[in-house]
Nanobody, 113 residues
Framework: VQLVESGGGLVQPGGSLRLSCAAS????????MSWYRQAPGKEREPVAF????????KYADSVKGRFTISRDNGKNTVYLQMNNLKPEDTAVYYC???????WGQGTQVTVSS
């Protein structure tokens, strides 16, 4: 199993980023996928969830209306579009496969002026 996140970086408040997670080594279309994040000094927290077919999506209250999770089962990739970013969104963002859990290496997102 391999999960490779990309798309992080430094962005000003109010800006946007699109994270990608390329998956391999398992039948991607059979698994739900999630994005988690961990801010400095804080525990990891769930950000967004998408079911295997994309029909069920959930978000943390803190990102509702600003973030959008999506997936392309043909490309074995899950995305996280992040708009109107805030300094409190600064964290390492992880792509997660369940059952058994497998985490990517993470990508740093820094929101700062």
């Amino acid at each position: 199993v391999q999960l490779v996140e990309s798309g992080g970086g430094l962005v000003q408040p109010g800006g946007s980023l699109r994270l990608s997670c390329a998956a391999s080594g398992f039948t991607f279309s059979s698994y739900s996928m999630s994005w988690y994040r961990q801010a400095p000094g804080k525990e990891r927290e769930p950000v967004a969830f998408i079911s295997s077919g994309g029909g069920s999506i959930k978000y943390a209250d803190s990102v509702k209306g600003r973030f959008t999770i999506s997936r392309d089962n043909g490309k074995n990739t899950v995305y996280l579009q992040m708009n109107n970013l805030k300094p409190e969104d600064t964290a390492v963002y992880y792509c997660v496969k369940p059952a058994p859990d497998f985490w990517g290496q993470g990508t740093q997102v820094t929101v700062s002026s």
